[in-house]
């Protein structure tokens, strides 16, 4: 049984070094540093890329689907440990900076990570039962959520060393590093069984999620030093470093127990306890597994899903790549406000969904998530010369991001079923992701630059962030619109599908209750 929660563990602690959400708030600042000749366009353009490349879902989708999730996270860990490498060594040449270069490395860089996120949300969605499905997906992408603050810890522990010049080469080698132990211990579930939480020490796994996002959060408002180094880094950084150790011991302790063959075992075997049960396993209960592909894009909720889901990323992406440069506030507080809101967002409607299940279902969840969207969008609008009033509507901007990460997953499974679900979540993240990226952040600046730009001069970058945030309020209140008439049609649905009593069931029905009221009298 604990290895069947190794697959989990591992899935959560492979996210937790997938932080392309550092590397696009810091970009800008990080490529003037190195002097390069490179335009405010011109980054856009390099984050657009990267932007894209991590919304790229269907292809790893579908090679899931087809081929398991090994496969899929080793392409991941490969393309994420070339990608920091090439753009390490394309930023360090003396022949100046080639920006169809760097917006491809860009791509190759955001497409490594959602390899990696597919491979381990995939898994853990079709590995967990109905009613656990929420806490442990909300649990594996708010690790996701707080790679950044992570990494935003350790190079802050290794600011003046050696490492710093290296560091995009330190990047991707660490991450790719990590990511193939975690691949070595991520396995689905047995056929015809599924994991539970509390088999897969879930409890354990949110207590560290807290601590880190204590500790992340506690950064951004504290930051004591002794002897020239940052104590809270340093706690992150060695908390990190026994996490990892955990990590090794995990699959260690698999691979002397089943050998080579975990390399690339998709599915874990099935081993009986003492009391001849499978531990931490329950039996499917009768969860829907069969829509196909075909039957899920005919369905008019699953665009209407996608149109929500778009505009939530297109707000959370506009946001999280606008940070270093929205006035009057320090870049890595209000990265690390955005990490601890994204992490929020994402391991707590996760817990309440599974909770409240039989009360709210989690398309109601969703619902709540958009009027949050919309609620932060009002505060930035109103807060532009407030520094605090702008931390608030960061945190609440990510708190809905996160949200739907953790809510459209669980949604999906739940509507159509685990059979086709990499396809199925494939395709949309694809959609939503790219559409988000391309329509909300770099059509908006686009937008934004021919009215009231140029948008990088002192005098009028106020103005254009005027103008995305009310564009952006706008689309999140259309957006709560479909999301209430996914509700409905869900009911028209789930009417269609709920099985009619016959009319002789009815007829004895009937006949017992009438009887029944004769003894009675």
């Known amino acids: 049984a604990f290895d069947h929660a190794t697959s989990f563990w591992s899935a959560l602690i492979m996210l937790s070094c997938t932080c392309t959400l550092f590397v ?15 335009s405010a366009d011109d980054v856009v353009s390099i984050i657009t890329f990267l932007d894209i490349g991590a919304f790229l879902a269907f292809i790893p989708g579908v090679l899931y689907d087809a081929l398991g999730c090994k496969i899929v996270g080793y392409v991941g860990a490969l393309l994420s440990l070339g990608g920091y490498v090439c753009m390490d060594q394309l930023l360090k040449s003396d022949g100046g900076a080639n920006v169809a270069l760097l917006c491809f490395v860009g791509f190759v860089i955001g497409h490594g990570s959602i390899w990696l996120v597919v491979c381990a949300l995939n898994t853990v969605t079709n590995n967990f039962e109905k009613q656990d499905r929420g806490r442990a997906v909300g649990l594996v992408m708010t690790t996701f959520g707080l790679s950044a ?45 599924l994991l539970t939480a509390r088999g897969a020490r879930a409890t354990h796994a949110l207590g560290l999620c807290i601590l880190a996002l204590v500790l992340i959060t506690l950064r951004a408002l504290w930051t004591p030093q002794v002897h020239g180094l940052d104590v809270i880094a340093v706690v992150m950084t060695v908390l990190y470093v026994l996490v990892l150790a955990f990590q ?92 601890a809101g994204n992490a929020v967002g994402r391991f707590v409607p996760g817990y309440l969904s599974d909770l409240l299940f039989r009360h709210l279902d989690r398309m109601g969840f969703i619902i709540i998530a958009t009027a949050l969207l919309c609620v932060s969008q009002v505060v930035m609008l109103v807060s532009q010369q407030n520094p605090i009033g702008i931390y608030v509507g960061i945190f609440l901007t990510a708190a809905a991001f996160g949200s739907y990460w953790v809510l459209v997953p669980a949604v999906e499974a739940e509507w159509f079923g685990r059979l086709h679900f990499g396809k199925i979540h494939g395709l949309m993240l694809f959609l939503a992701g790219d559409g988000g990226v391309v329509a909300l952040y770099k059509g908006l600046a686009s937008f ?69 009221e004769a003894e009675g009298h």
């Open 149 to 193: 603050g992570i990494y935003s810890s350790l190079i802050r522990v290794i600011e003046g060393t050696s490492i710093e010049p290296n560091l995009l080469g330190f990047f991707g080698i660490s991450m790719g590093s990590i990511s193939l132990v975690c691949v070595l211990g991520i396995a689905k579930m047995p056929p015809g069984h």
């Open 24 to 38: 696009v708030a810091q970009w800008t600042t990080h490529l003037r540093a190195w002097q390069h000749a490179l």
């Open 448 to 516: 934004a630059e021919s009215t009231r730009g140029p948008c990088d001069a002192s005098s009028r970058v106020a103005g254009c962030f005027e103008l995305k945030w009310l564009v952006c309020l706008a689309l999140s209140g259309i957006a709560m619109l479909a999301a209430v008439a996914i509700r409905f049609q869900r009911g028209r649905v789930h009417c269609r599908e709920s099985p009619r009593p016959h009319p002789s069931s009815m007829t004895t029905s009937l006949r017992t209750s009438v009887s029944i």
């Open 248 to 339: 090794a011991f995990l699959v260690v302790r698999l691979f002397l127990r089943r050998g080579w063959s975990i390399t690339f075992q998709h599915t874990m075997l099935e081993e009986a306890s003492a009391d001849g049960t499978a531990g931490a396993l329950t039996a499917v209960s009768g969860e829907v597994d069969g829509s196909t592909f075909s039957e899920a894009l005919r369905a008019v909720e699953y665009w209407l899903l996608l149109f929500v889901f778009l505009i939530g990323i297109g707000i959370g992406q506009n946001m999280v790549n606008s940070i270093g440069n929205i006035p009057g506030i320090d870049v890595a507080t209000g990265v690390a406000i955005f990490a």
